[in-house]
């Protein structure tokens, strides 16, 4: 055994855990992030796989733009990918991998927001609904209250509560809370 084969069999020995661990953990951050919805409007179901490490899916975003579509109009804008990944995160936090969304509102129309806005004083005029950036949803078998907190806890985007109507408002504009 000459000098050179083995320190290269040493260095090969000294390198292997640090390439194992760095192949794994590569491994792990490339989980398919999947997301379930249930429409309450239309009442379509979708359990799609938008991201897979750090790539959005190209076909299930965009099947994810027509599911959150104005669906007063039939409008359709592309949905901010980064709301995806709040919603994955919430569930997440929640604890349920497996937890599907009940959606109230997602992209909504300058019409439609307009409409809704003669009809009600809570609509913003420039809401981040109309550049599908906001979605309005609920946990079938959890509290909006809980939903609330665990979105306020990630810090990131707005989340509004609105314990009437029975939802939460979550979005990807500047990091804000209200609803009591």
């Known amino acids: 055994m000459n000098r050179r084969y083995f320190l290269g069999m040493a260095l090969s020995a000294a390198a292997a855990p640090t390439a194992a661990s760095s192949f794994f953990s590569r491994r792990s951050t490339e989980r398919p992030r999947v997301l379930s919805f249930r429409h309450l409007h239309t009442d379509e179901l979708v359990d799609i796989t938008y991201r897979i490490g750090d790539s959005y899916q190209r076909s299930a975003l965009q099947r994810l733009n027509y599911f959150f579509r104005d669906f007063r109009t039939g409008d359709v804008t592309n949905m901010d990918p980064q709301l995806f990944d709040i919603l994955y995160d919430l569930k997440l936090r929640l604890g349920d991998s497996d937890a599907r969304f009940d959606v109230i509102s997602a992209y909504r129309s300058p019409a439609t927001n307009a409409r809704l806005r003669k009809a009600s ?8 609904h109309l550049r ?5 949803v609920r946990f079938p078998d959890l509290s909006t209250r809980r939903l609330r907190d665990a979105a306020v806890s990630l810090g990131r985007g707005g989340v509004g509560y609105y314990r009437r109507s029975d939802f939460v408002h979550l979005d990807t504009g500047a990091v804000r809370s209200w609803g009591a």
Do not use: E, P, T, W
């Open 121 to 128: 004083s809570g609509v913003a005029k420039r809401s981040l």
């Open 132 to 136: 599908g950036q906001a979605i309005d």
